[in-house]
């Protein structure tokens, strides 16, 4: 708790270009909880060089990130926006953290052995140990909730064991966080492979909604998205392809399955399609304007950064000095 609020922590890697699926399975959702939870909002920029990123263009995506979370509505006075790098806790906890993880369990996450797979030249520790950071960075501000997408509640599930067993040792010293997944818009799938996550490395650009697509690209890649030959708007497990399209309408609308199935009842695929490409370029043109106006203010981010980042620092040096203690360190002498 801080000022008698419930502690929220969330974060996204500013690694290739955000999707569809980030935002309407996390950021919208954060938007909708900043007002009632205290909220720490993460660029975790740590965990994206467990991937080798070419610096330059590292640091502008780190920044484009932290300005769209801005964008997409999180009043950085409220909530603590910050670069994970710039708060020194999160590699502390983490490295504690790691002496009461089990190999056995690290072995078992599904997004390591993806990414091994797909880095084989380069499968170092860090891609293996980052489920601990995660744990890390939630645990160091007492989290309660943690909105995220489906594909990150195994490393929930992780960051709630790692947590009980040390409270199991040493007391009650961490919070156990909740996840917290959207009704609609936890999962979107790719819209060339509706069977499949749509996600920033898709070798077919048309697979994924980037932020950055301009209303045309938006609506052609709809038009082209794979359905199926039913001829009808059901949302249901035969209809991959259709249920992608109707979850990502709801999500973006607010309407229930069965509110767009009516709306649509009798409508060929081509009206559907082209329905939800100009509502995705609608709910995202004006995003993209306000991101690239906050990008220009350089010396509003910067303020934002410094003092986002000593709050953050303020926050997780409490639970990190209650850990240090716990574990047997000798305090420092100030
Ligand atoms: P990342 O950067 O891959 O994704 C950021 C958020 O977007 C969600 N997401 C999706 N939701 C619905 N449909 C999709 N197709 C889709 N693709 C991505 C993810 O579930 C996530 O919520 N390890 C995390 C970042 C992280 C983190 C944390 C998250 C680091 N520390 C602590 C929460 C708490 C990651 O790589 O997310």
Redesign the pocket.
């Known amino acids: 708790m801080i000022d008698n609020k419930k502690v929220l922590?969330?974060?996204?890697?500013a690694?290739g270009c955000l999707?569809l699926?980030?935002y309407?399975?996390?950021?919208q959702n954060w938007v909708k909880l900043s007002d009632e939870y205290e909220c720490f909002y993460?660029v975790?920029d740590l965990?994206s060089i467990t991937v080798r990123q070419d610096p330059a263009e590292f640091r502008q995506k780190a920044k484009n990130l932290l300005a769209l979370y801005i964008a997409a509505g999180l009043d950085p006075e409220k909530n603590c926006i910050y670069y994970q790098s710039h708060v020194s806790g999160h590699a502390e906890l983490a490295w504690i953290l790691n002496c009461f993880t089990y190999m056995g369990e690290l072995n078992r996450m599904t997004?390591f052995k993806d990414k091994s797979a797909k880095h084989a030249d380069n499968i170092n520790a860090g891609l293996f140990t980052?489920p601990v950071?995660?744990a890390a960075?939630?645990l160091l501000y007492q989290t309660d909730v943690?909105?995220?997408?489906?594909?990150?509640l195994q490393?929930?599930e992780l960051t709630r064991d790692i947590a009980q067993r040390f409270n199991s040792i040493y007391g009650d010293v961490f919070t156990i966080p909740e996840p917290f997944i959207g009704k609609t818009?936890?999962?979107?799938?790719s819209l060339q492979d509706p069977l499949k996550?749509?996600?920033?490395s898709d070798e077919n650009p048309n697979a994924s909604i980037f932020l950055t697509d301009d209303r045309d690209t938006i609506i052609r890649k709809f038009k082209r998205a794979v359905t199926d030959s039913e001829a009808m708007i059901k949302h249901r497990e035969e209809q991959p392809g259709v249920s992608n399209l109707i979850e990502i309408y709801s999500a973006c609308t607010g309407k229930s399955f069965e509110e767009v199935e009516k709306e649509f009842d009798g409508k060929g695929y081509g009206d559907f399609k082209l329905a939800v490409g100009e509502t995705v370029a609608d709910m995202l043109t004006p995003l993209q304007t306000r991101h690239a106006e906050i990008l220009k203010d350089k010396a509003y981010l910067d303020g934002i950064v410094k003092k986002n980042a000593e709050k953050a620092q303020y926050f997780s040096n409490k639970t990190l000095r209650k850990v240090q203690k716990k574990v047997g360190f000798n305090e420092k002498v100030r």
């Open positions: 922590f969330s974060g996204m890697q690694t999707t699926g980030n309407l399975g996390a950021l993460s975790v965990h997004q980052y950071l995660m960075d939630i943690v909105p995220v997408g489906i594909d990150q490393h929930l818009g936890a999962k979107i799938m996550k749509m996600s920033k």
